[in-house]
């Protein structure tokens, strides 16, 4: 088949409109998740058996669910257990998505929780600090340092999962894509997912920059303050 390149790169800016709908589904997913996905960490970190049980068994469920099959049964039995307008498809894609997406987000955050020497809670509590303030200001920094790669690994992955949403009749950038490759009868098949690939890359490439970053940045700022405190001692 021959590559056209003329239609390769005629084809990109009728793609990106739609960065639209896929950057709004990953937001709403991405920010419920982290809230949901540290209410589970604490669920699993904490002493209620309940609650522990409860956090273990959902990470454990909605981790091995692929997410085709979590999309529609969140669109065909959703609408049987409340009353939800079916025509919201960016409704079902964003639950789907933040029961994905906040699973995998509590084992990092519990990772990354643990991964905080223990002495540092121990520190905070001998200066007169409540647990409140431990948590706030010594533990959750340090633990958002560990746990910053693979936010930004589960970032990339809402993208990738995110397009399965054409499958339920929203139209992101995936689904733009499979509707220029049916009205060009598939003519131009190569093309449009040759540029369709290459946003997904640029998209990918960007989060693992800002990601490094904001990593090169936390790591500095942890120096300058292990450098302080070994000069105050």
């Known amino acids: 088949m021959h590559f056209n390149i ?3 790169f005629f084809y990109i800016p009728k793609l990106l409109p ?32 309940a609650l522990k049980t409860f956090g273990v068994a959902y990470t454990a469920t909605f981790r091995s669910v692929p997410p085709i099959v979590l999309l529609f049964l969140v669109y065909y039995g959703l609408p049987n257990l409340v009353h939800v307008n079916p025509q919201n498809r960016m409704f079902y894609v964003c639950v789907t998505l933040t ?4 699973a995998s987000i509590s084992e990092i955050m519990r990772g990354a929780y643990l991964s905080v020497p223990h002495g540092q809670y121990e520190a905070g509590e001998s200066v007169g600090m409540t647990n409140l ?18 936010l930004s690994t589960i970032i990339i992955g809402l993208l990738k999962d995110g397009s399965l949403a054409f499958t339920i009749g929203l139209v992101d950038v995936f689904g733009k894509a499979n509707l220029l490759n049916n009205t060009t009868f598939s003519k131009y098949v190569l093309e449009i997912y040759a ?8 998209l ?6 800002i990601s490094a970053l904001l990593d090169s940045i936390l790591s500095q ?3 300058k303050k292990a450098r302080s405190r070994g000069g105050a001692k």
């Open 6 to 8: 003329e239609r390769f």
């Open 18 to 49: 739609y960065l639209k709908t896929t950057f709004v589904y990953v937001a709403v997913a991405l920010g419920i998740s982290l809230l949901w996905g540290a209410l589970l960490t604490a669920f699993k970190l904490g002493k209620n058996r």
């Open 99 to 102: 029961l994905l997406c906040s």
């Open 133 to 150: 303030q431990i948590i706030r200001r010594i533990m959750l920094p340090q633990a958002f340092y560990f746990a910053l790669p693979n």
């Open 195 to 202: 540029a369709l690939t290459l946003i997904y890359w640029i």
């Open 204 to 209: 990918a490439v960007a989060i693992e920059k």
């Open 221 to 223: 700022e942890r120096a």
